[in-house]
Nanobody, 127 residues
Framework: QVQLQESGPGLVKPSQTLSVTCTVS??????????WTWIRQPPGKGLEWMGA???????YYSPSLKSRTSISRDTSKNQFTLQLSSVTPEDTAVYTC???????????????????WGQGTQVTVSS
């Protein structure tokens, strides 16, 4: 059974870089045709697909966030990390990692295409 667990700072100051890590157990992030994905949900709004890193290490980002987003991985720890730079209060959200079907991007994202989810971690941007 695949399990994903996010870990993050909880509180980030405006203009700083937000960093959230997803630790995966029960599956390797380097095998099978999956996209290891970051999704966020601001308060009162819907889910937003942010980006993904594939089993081969390729990365894809939402166009609206691409200039500020970076996703990397540590295969020795079976982890992948989201970094979002120059944050503002509008980046306050629950950040969740998920294992999604290969080919799931911002333009065709649907929750049914992501079979395993972390519990999410709240990140608040405030001074």
């Amino acid at each position: 059974q695949v399990q994903l667990q996010e870990s993050g700072p909880g509180l980030v100051k405006p203009s700083q870089t937000l960093s959230v890590t997803c630790t995966v157990s029960g599956a390797s992030i380097t095998t099978d045709f999956y996209y290891w994905t970051w999704i966020r949900q601001p308060p009162g709004k819907g889910l937003e697909w942010m980006g993904a890193i594939t089993f081969s290490g390729s990365t894809y980002y939402s166009p609206s966030l691409k200039s500020r987003t970076s996703i990397s991985r540590d295969t020795s720890k079976n982890q992948f990390t989201l970094q979002l730079s120059s944050v503002t209060p509008e980046d306050t959200a629950v950040y969740t990692c998920a294992r999604c079907d290969g080919g799931t991007h911002y333009y065709n994202f649907a929750t049914k295409d992501c079979g395993s989810w972390g519990q999410g971690t709240q990140v608040t941007v405030s001074s």
